[in-house]
């Protein structure tokens, strides 16, 4: 019990890291931000405004930026 409840928190706070570098590094790139943003009204639009699961694996663009190959790419 206390490894299966150490692995969420953990993997909460890892999430939570995650997705504030991206955040934090997209305020320095306006470009990307811009990119990403339509690329999230586009899927949106398709699920009456719904973030579901089927939308949020459409977002590839998404998945680049935060995995950091954007990262990478603008800061070789």
């Known amino acids: 019990m206390a490894q299966a409840l150490s ?8 999430s ?6 991206t955040l934090y590094q997209l305020t320095f ?5 811009q990119i990403l943003r339509a690329e999230i009204l586009q899927v949106l639009s398709r ?5 579901t699961y089927e939308g949020i694996e459409e ?18």
Do not use: C, W
């Open 7 to 14: 692995f969420l928190i953990g993997s909460v706070e890892t």
């Open 16 to 21: 939570a890291s995650t997705l504030s570098f």
């Open 29 to 33: 790139h306006p470009e990307i931000q």
């Open 47 to 51: 699920y009456d405004g719904k973030l």
């Open 59 to 76: 977002m590839l663009y998404m998945d680049r930026v935060v995995s950091g190959e954007k990262r990478r790419e603008v800061n070789p």
